[in-house]
Each structure stands twice: as C-alpha cells, then as structure tokens.
C-alpha cells in the first residue's frame, strides 16, 4: 500500500533547527519526485521544496533559499526537510507528497503535480 509517512515536527525556537521525515512505503522514493508544502493556520498551501529522481535535482521557494535542504536516503526510502533558522512565520502543518513531474531550479513547484501526500506534521516556532 502507497504511503507517506511525516514525522519530525515539534516546538522550535525562533533561529532553531528541526529535520523532517517523510517516510515511505510501497514505492521507492528514489523513482518518484518528492515535495514538501506547508499550511499555516487560515492560509493557503504553500509549496517549499522538491527533489528529484536519479539526477538529484532540487527547488526550493524564495523564502527557504539558503536555510533549508532536501536529500533523500534510498536506502531507508525516506525524503528528509532540513530547517534552519526557522521563524515564527513558518509555524505550519508540513507535508510531502509524491508527483511531480520534475523537480528543478526553474521548474515552479505546483500541488496538484502531486497526487499521493502524507498526513502532514506539525511545526511551530516560538519562543
């Protein structure tokens, strides 16, 4: 059965770290372009980051640029989100999600490229 599987979220401080997961099951991540999107409170989804298949290719949206990264371990077909410095705007429910067609630097990352997404983990930041 296709799964996608978030986990990492939690209470950060303003300028704070966390890492995400998004774990998967009856598909192999390595095959698939892989994104991550963020849904604050009474806001429209956001898209935030995606990689893709072989080349390795990543996006990321302006507002992330420099702070976060993607990766993927095909080993553990597991997709990870690394946040750095995070701020309190980006308090959001964070989903990854599989689709896509390609993942690139000029390639707008859209939702509904993605059809199978994850249930979603919860990130706050505040102090």
């Known amino acids: 059965q296709l799964q996608l599987a978030e986990s990492g979220g939690g209470l950060v401080q303003p300028g704070g770290s966390l890492r995400l997961s998004c774990a998967a099951s009856g598909f192999a991540v390595g095959r698939y372009v892989i994104g991550w999107f963020r849904q604050a409170p009474g806001k429209e989804r956001e898209a935030v980051s995606c990689?893709?298949?072989?080349?390795?290719?990543?996006n990321f949206a302006d507002s992330v640029k420099g702070r976060f990264s993607v990766s993927r371990d095909d080993a553990e077909n597991t997709v990870y989100l690394q946040m750095n410095m995070l701020m309190p705007e980006e308090t959001a429910d964070y989903y990854c999600?599989?689709?896509?067609?390609?993942?690139?630097?000029?390639?707008?990352?859209?939702?509904?490229?993605?059809?199978?997404w994850g249930q979603g983990t919860q990130v706050t930041v505040s102090s």
């Open positions: 990689i893709g298949t072989s080349d390795g290719r990543t």
């Open positions: 999600a599989r689709g896509g067609t390609v993942c690139g630097a000029s390639v707008p990352i859209r939702a509904n490229h993605y059809r199978y």
